[in-house]
């Protein structure tokens, strides 16, 4: 709905469900059961996804252009720097919660 294209939505979908298949996946390798926490984290990651995505994806529709290059760099100029800032932001926020002897703020961080 967000982007009026069907093609980019299903992209779009396609790139989350990657997101959470990998993290799931890497949930598999730590060998950790599915709980509360790592439910809570699920939940959270989603949103992440879905965030950076469909930003990203609003802004690539949203251009000016007709050419895929043009539209690319447009979304990068206008959304990357905000999405990257948000991504970063959350990883250094991240490090300290993974250091923690907590549980649940250990999870919390290596998500």
């Known amino acids: 709905v967000a982007t009026r294209s069907p093609v980019l939505a299903s992209f779009a979908a396609f790139t989350i469900l990657c997101i959470l298949g990998s993290v799931l996946a890497m949930l598999v390798a730590y060998g950790w059961e599915l709980g509360v926490i790592e439910s809570i984290c699920l939940t959270i990651l ?66």
Do not use: N, W
């Open 46 to 111: 989603s949103g992440f996804a879905v965030d950076y995505v469909v930003h990203l994806a609003h802004a690539y529709e949203d251009a000016g252009y007709h050419g895929r290059k043009e539209r690319v760099r447009h979304a990068l100029d206008t959304m990357g720097v905000s999405v990257f800032s948000g991504m970063a932001t959350s990883i250094c926020a991240s490090i300290p919660l993974a250091l923690t002897q907590l549980q649940f703020f250990a999870k919390f961080g290596y998500f």
